[in-house]
Every structure is written in C-alpha cells, then in structure tokens.
C-alpha cells in the first residue's frame, strides 16, 4: 500500500521538499554576509540585529495571515500563491537592497511572502499522511527548510568570495523562481480543501479548554526564541571567533559561511530523525529532552570565542542539530490535538507568538554584546549574549514537561 512506501519514495512529498529547498535560497544570505556588512556599512550591533528582526516579524506576521487564510481558502491555494510571491520579492531584494534601510525593507518583505511556504504546508502535509507517520513526514518537510538554510549559506559564501555581497544578494534571489515553478507543478494535482468553520468548537474554546495546546505553543514561541536568535548571530560569532584567532575578515566570513551551512545540513539530520524518534518514544519525551540540551550549549557556546576550531564548529553543529531537532516534533504533535477546521487558525496564533520572539531575541543578544563592548576579553560579551538564548531552552523545556500525550 502507498503508506507502507518509505518516505524518501514519496513523489508528493521529496517535490515539496525540493521546491522548498530553492524557495529558502536566501533566507540565509543576510547572516552568511552579515560581518562583510557590518564593515562597509559601519553598522553597530543593535542595527544588525534590527535587520533580522524586521525579516522575523515579517515572517511572523505571514506565517499569521497564511495559517488563517488556509483554514478560509484552502492550505494549497495559499501555498502555491505564496511560492509566487516569494519569488517575486526575492528578485527585488537581490537587485535593489545595496544598504542598511533598503535591506531593512526589502529583508522583511521577503519575510512578510515567505510564512505562505511554511505553515499552509503542515497543514497538507496533516491532510496527506496518518499520525502514525506525521512525525517523520513533517522531519522530513523541515528537514527541507534546514537544506535550503544551508544551500542559501553556502551559494552565499561562494558568491561573497567572487564580488562581494551584491554577487549573494543577486544570485540568491534568483533561485526562488525555481523552486516556485517545483511547487506549482508537484501541487497542480492536490486537492484544494477548505473545512467546514462551523463545526465543532470555537478557536477560543479550543485554547482556554485544551492544556496541550496551550503547552504546545508556549513551547514553539520560546523554540523559536533559541533557535531564530542562534541562527542569525552565529555566523557573526564564528567569524568574530577566526579574526580573533588571526584570520582575515573576508576570509573569515567566507569560513564561516560554509561551517554553519554544514550545521544546516546537520539540522536536515536532526528533523528528520527527531520527527521518527517521536513517532517511536513520544513527543512529550523528545521535546524535553532537546529543550534541555539546548538551554546548556546556549549558556556554553558563547564562552568559546577563539578556541580552536575544531572545538568550536564541533560544538556548533551539536548546538544546531539540538535547537532546530524540536521542530518537526512541536509542529507533529500541534496536528495532533487541534481538530483540521481550526488547525490553520491555532498555528497562526503560534506563528505570531514564536516568530515574535524570534524577532526580540536577536536584538536583545545585539543589546548585551553592545553593552559589554568595553570589556577586556571577548569572550566576556559574546558568553552573556548567548546566555540570552538559552532562556528560550528553560522555557521550551517546562512547556514540554507539561504536555500530555492525548
């Protein structure tokens, strides 16, 4: 039978995958030339950090309005159109945003097109495949975006080292015209269903009466605060960390670019096998135990700054493969106890809480290490910043404990 196939055979979902892989070619551009940028344009660290925050609450906010919008028309309307525009916001970016405020805007109307491509796709993917199976089938979903991370990362690394940032601001907003004409050709077959919104009870009632939902999204806002606020400052910190060793800044930022693009591809491995490992032990167990790894490499990690390398790309890619590994399972487990006519709504509400965080985060770790800029040692500003992070690991990890498998 077609769901005894391993995932890796089905046709639907690897094209999806693929697709998703081309529509994230620049999500990462902006971190990957972030120290080129800060140079040239003489940014402090608190702007910096604003630039990542304006994409965060532009992808909060269309991660909102898609989540609502695929409960009232459909997730794969609202996907596929969402692909479109992504594209087209892509190409904007990549030929006009040249410094701090056109990046600032044209970053974050990439982010205000881009939530289209993520939470409608949970939603198909919850329509498509058993509960038995939803773990590992939205690891592998998320495993996607973790390859499009790392693809953005290292085509921007290459593309930095050959003209600069311009080169990676041109060359990744191409890329997500291809993956736009992927999903439109894997998607013209789906069906386009739109649940009934008067059956059953109320998006209200399903929050104030279910203690899992509640859990659930408390638990994805403080994910995100960890995971969004360590991605956009480690490649800073890992380049920050070879200058400090003697490297030279361009070939620093180049270095580091192809380091945390393979702790991408490492975060690829972490979904897709922590979404199976909580199909087999449970998502309450998972959760927990990654929450917790995470908030102690967050306290850790920063305190590193000018160990050798291997120490410190090392510990990297254990940090990355624990943040981004509760995802697929926080993601699995909100299909779970949230009924399909009002799934959409509740993970607009969650998108807005978590990426609302993530916004928040990389600005207050830019706080910390602007505050502490004085000090005598580095690794005295960017151990505290970091500690910020793993606020975010406390908190997941309470909200893990609490939840009850239904």
Known sequence: MKEKKPLWQDGWLMAICIGRIFMYMNFMVYAACLPVLRSEWAMSATQAGSIASGFSIGYALSLAVASWLSDHFGARKIFVLAAVASAATSLVFGFYARDYTTTLLFYALIGVTQGGIYTPGIVLIAERFPVVRRGSAVGWFIASTSLGYASSLAVSGLLIALGGYTYAFLGTGVLPSVGALVLWIALRHTPNIVHDLNAGISLAAVIKSERNVRSLMAGYM?????????????????????VFSGVASVKSAEIAAYCVAAMHIIGAVASSTMGHLSDLLGRRAVLTGLGVAGAFLSTVFGWLIGAPLPIVVGLMFIYGFVVIGDSPVLSAAITEVVAPNRLGSVLAIRSLLGFSAGAVSPVAFGLVLDGLRFVDHAASAWGPA???FAIGGLGASWCAWRFRRP
Request: contains cysteine.
């Open 386 to 388: 970091f500690m910020v």
């Open 222 to 242: 403080w994910h995100c605060w960890e995971l969004i606020g360590m991605w956009a400052w480690t490649p800073a910190f890992l380049t920050a960390s070879l």
